[in-house]
Nanobody, 130 residues
Framework: QVRLVESEGGSVEAGGSLTLSCANA????????MGWFRQAPGKEREYVAL???????QYADSVKGRFNISQDNTKNTAYLQMNNLQPEDTATYYC????????????????????????WGRGTLVTVSS
């Protein structure tokens, strides 16, 4: 019921902006909640932002005030708007989804294994140059 397709990432200079999208390519009647994660070279995957529906949104401290996550349920698509990008934001960005927002939050906070989520995208590379 879920297959996530991410938009192409890109290369930007420090201070620039980029918006990623993540769409569920399959038709579904369930409501899914999406999150964005990233993995920099040589580092572990970390959560970036979560869209939790009525529970609101969550952001990692490193991106608060710079990144914004939104979700358009009519298009089964989530977006990650990234502003004031810095070289330390360079990473492969992954979207992930589940119909249970609590599980999405648990994975983001390390309390549940990543493979418990319904689906992950393949990842898209974002490179920020100084």
């Amino acid at each position: 019921q879920v297959r996530l397709v991410e938009s192409e990432g890109g290369s930007v200079e420090a201070g620039g902006s980029l918006t990623l999208s993540c769409a569920n390519a399959l038709s579904t009647t369930k409501t899914y909640y999406m999150g964005w994660f990233r993995q920099a070279p040589g580092k572990e995957r970390e959560y970036v932002a979560l869209y939790l529906g009525a529970s609101g949104t969550q952001y990692a401290d490193s991106v608060k005030g710079r990144f914004n996550i939104s979700q358009d349920n009519t298009k089964n698509t989530a977006y990650l708007q990234m502003n004031n990008l810095q070289p330390e934001d360079t990473a492969t960005y992954y979207c992930a989804t589940d119909h249970n927002p609590s599980l999405l939050f648990a994975v983001a906070t390390g309390r549940a294994p990543p493979d418990t989520l319904a689906a992950w995208g393949r990842g898209t590379l974002v490179t920020v140059s100084s």
